[in-house]
């Protein structure tokens, strides 16, 4: 007679995956240092992140906290972290961070344009003008010749941050 709970031999079984304790490990790891790279964020970009409520408040504990108090409530909000989808956090920080990248690049490509029109004159002054018509030639040809004199003289140069200010601005407005 067979039994009510027994398989026939052709069903499939359900597949159990072991997961090693090494790699379970990782696992806390990870969203150990996840977190903390959230308490490090300022509480302004941290409104920002798709938090439960429950981590938002362990994050903002631990911002307060420090030595073997901060160490303990990394551990908790990584305990936290294995019972909610941390995906959507990740990719979050993700853009976060590589909006802060790109930022950087932005202000590293003004400073090259600009000691670009310092160096070169009216080549670069002309580039500058065929990419952003608007522009007030004269303001930016006066304002080169200040920082080449202040540059020569040795002074630190407000012209090259007036260069600088001007250039971000109409990035800014291109965009």
Same mark, same amino acid.
């Given at each position: 007679?067979?039994?009510?709970?027994?398989?026939?031999?052709?069903?499939?079984?359900?597949?159990?995956?072991?997961?090693?304790?090494?790699?379970?490990?990782?696992?806390?790891?990870?969203?150990?240092?996840?977190?903390?790279?959230?308490?490090?964020?300022?509480?302004?970009?941290?409104?920002?992140?798709? @938090?439960?409520? /429950?981590?938002?408040? &362990? *994050?903002?504990?631990?911002?307060?906290?420090?030595? +073997?108090a901060r160490r303990? %409530? =990394?551990?908790?909000?990584?305990?936290?972290?294995?019972?909610?989808?941390?995906?959507?956090?990740?990719?979050?920080?993700?853009?976060?961070?590589?909006?802060?990248?790109?930022?950087?690049?932005?202000?590293?490509?003004?400073?090259?344009?600009?000691?670009? @029109?310092?160096? /070169?004159?009216?080549? &670069? *002054?002309?580039?500058?003008?065929?990419?952003?018509? +608007?522009?007030?030639?004269? %303001? =930016?040809?006066?304002?080169?010749?200040q920082a080449k004199?202040?540059?020569?003289?040795?002074?630190?140069?407000?012209?090259?941050?007036?260069?600088?200010?001007?250039?971000?601005?109409?990035?800014?407005?291109?965009?």
């Amino acid at each position: 007679m067979a039994r009510k709970n027994q398989k026939a031999p052709w069903e499939e079984e359900e597949e159990i995956i072991w997961v090693s304790k090494t790699e379970m490990k990782n696992d806390m790891i990870e969203l150990q240092q996840l977190g903390e790279a959230l308490v490090e964020l300022k509480p302004a970009s941290l409104e920002k992140f798709p @938090l439960p409520t /429950e981590l938002a408040e &362990a *994050i903002k504990d631990a911002q307060r906290f420090k030595n +073997e108090a901060r160490r303990r %409530q =990394l551990q908790y909000i990584g305990r936290l972290m294995r019972h909610i989808d941390v995906e959507p956090i990740q990719a979050a920080l993700d853009k976060y961070r590589n909006k802060h990248a790109q930022a950087t690049a932005a202000f590293h490509r003004l400073e090259q344009q600009r000691d670009q @029109l310092i160096e /070169e004159g009216d080549t &670069a *002054i002309n580039a500058v003008i065929e990419k952003y018509p +608007e522009v007030d030639r004269q %303001q =930016l040809r006066h304002l080169v010749r200040q920082a080449k004199k202040e540059q020569q003289s040795g002074k630190s140069s407000k012209s090259a941050r007036e260069i600088f200010q001007l250039l971000k601005t109409l990035e800014e407005d291109d965009q």
